[in-house]
């Protein structure tokens, strides 16, 4: 008995060395990753600024960092930087809840009436297919301007992806475990709350990802056709006056507030995956 308590404790002490070991290598990897993609971004800017300050490149025409950051101030300054972000961060989350609710609604109403998909689906592919800035006129006489109509048009960009993508997910669920749980007696609510939702989880991640990114372009294709402030409005403006640092400006703010919003999406895939 004695024996084998001790052979118990070395084999738990050996395994905590080598999780140990492990732990510190997987550290390593992820300091090393983030560290180049520091210098990575460090290098690109530095080298962007000196070819601007050397006069490699024309900076009328492509900008600097320090301008950028000039122009930043201006528009702080000027008390419109918070008025255009916080326009176009709400018509993004806006159009990016909306098409995500409406888009897993059809999706999930499509999986459970299978008739209904093979009916819908040829439009819904010719849909997707469709360039949605076609609609543009359309929108806005149907909507009319501002809000509603950039809102409108985020929400065409990502429903239907949302839809197609779900849909997919659903549809590759091992159907040996769907008749398990039909054997069993489950009806069709049962089996779409207790194997289908839990079982496509990732793919409802990756859809929200994908969705995040389609509602920036739809927004940003919305706040080009009809808006009077905006990130979109900041770009329109900018390039109609050739102020060339304010576009990059507009350009590097949205990349910002995009990665922000992606992390966030991140953290909530990770947390996920935890508890799993």
Same mark, same amino acid.
């Given at each position: 008995?004695?024996?084998?308590?001790?052979?118990?404790?070395?084999?738990?002490?050996?395994?905590?060395?080598?999780?140990?070991?492990?732990?510190?290598?997987?550290?390593?990897?992820?300091?090393? #990753?983030?560290? @180049?993609?520091?210098? &990575?971004?460090?290098?690109?800017?530095?080298?962007?600024?000196?070819?601007?300050?050397?006069?490699?490149?024309?900076?009328? #025409? /492509?900008?600097? $960092?320090?301008?950028?950051?000039?122009?930043?101030?201006? &528009?702080?300054?000027?008390?419109? +930087?918070? /008025?255009? !972000?916080?326009?176009?961060?709400?018509e993004t989350l806006l159009a990016f809840i909306l098409s995500t609710l409406i888009g897993f609604s059809i999706a999930i109403t499509l999986f459970v009436i299978p008739p209904l998909k093979r009916v819908l689906e040829p439009y819904i592919i010719?849909?997707?297919? +469709?360039?949605?800035?076609?609609?543009?006129?359309?929108?806005?006489? =149907?909507?009319? !301007?501002?809000?509603?109509?950039?809102? /409108?048009?985020?929400?065409?960009?990502? @429903?239907? !992806?949302?839809?197609?993508?779900? +849909?997919?997910?659903?549809?590759?669920?091992?159907?040996?475990?769907?008749?398990?749980?039909?054997?069993?007696?489950?009806?069709?609510?049962?089996?779409?709350?207790? +194997?289908?939702?839990?079982? /496509?989880? $990732?793919? @409802?991640?990756?859809?929200?990802? #994908?969705?995040?990114?389609?509602? =920036?372009?739809?927004?940003?294709?919305?706040?080009?056709?009809?808006?009077?402030?905006? !990130?979109?409005?900041?770009?329109?403006?900018?390039?109609?006056?050739?102020?060339?640092?304010?576009?990059?400006?507009?350009?590097?703010?949205?990349?910002?507030?995009?990665?922000?919003?992606?992390?966030?999406?991140?953290?909530?895939?990770?947390?996920?995956?935890?508890?799993?």
């Amino acid at each position: 008995m004695k024996k084998t308590i001790l052979l118990n404790k070395t084999t738990k002490k050996e395994m905590s060395k080598e999780h140990k070991l492990f732990v510190r290598k997987e550290r390593f990897k992820t300091f090393f #990753i983030y560290f @180049f993609r520091v210098l &990575l971004l460090v290098s690109i800017i530095g080298l962007w600024e000196l070819s601007a300050n050397k006069n490699w490149v024309d900076p009328f #025409i /492509t900008s600097s $960092p320090s301008r950028i950051i000039k122009q930043i101030g201006v &528009l702080y300054e000027s008390g419109s +930087l918070f /008025t255009h !972000i916080f326009t176009t961060l709400n018509e993004t989350l806006l159009a990016f809840i909306l098409s995500t609710l409406i888009g897993f609604s059809i999706a999930i109403t499509l999986f459970v009436i299978p008739p209904l998909k093979r009916v819908l689906e040829p439009y819904i592919i010719i849909l997707n297919s +469709l360039p949605k800035i076609a609609l543009g006129p359309l929108i806005i006489i =149907w909507v009319g !301007i501002g809000t509603k109509a950039i809102v /409108t048009m985020g929400i065409l960009i990502c @429903f239907v !992806i949302a839809i197609i993508n779900m +849909l997919n997910s659903y549809l590759s669920v091992p159907n040996e475990k769907i008749m398990l749980l039909k054997s069993m007696g489950a009806n069709k609510l049962q089996i779409l709350t207790h +194997l289908i939702l839990p079982a /496509t989880i $990732p793919d @409802f991640i990756s859809t929200l990802k #994908i969705n995040l990114g389609m509602a =920036w372009v739809g927004v940003i294709m919305g706040e080009y056709l009809s808006s009077k402030a905006g !990130i979109g409005y900041l770009l329109v403006y900018g390039g109609q006056v050739f102020k060339l640092d304010l576009v990059m400006s507009a350009i590097v703010i949205l990349c910002f507030l995009s990665g922000i919003m992606y992390g966030i999406i991140a953290i909530i895939e990770k947390l996920i995956n935890h508890k799993r």
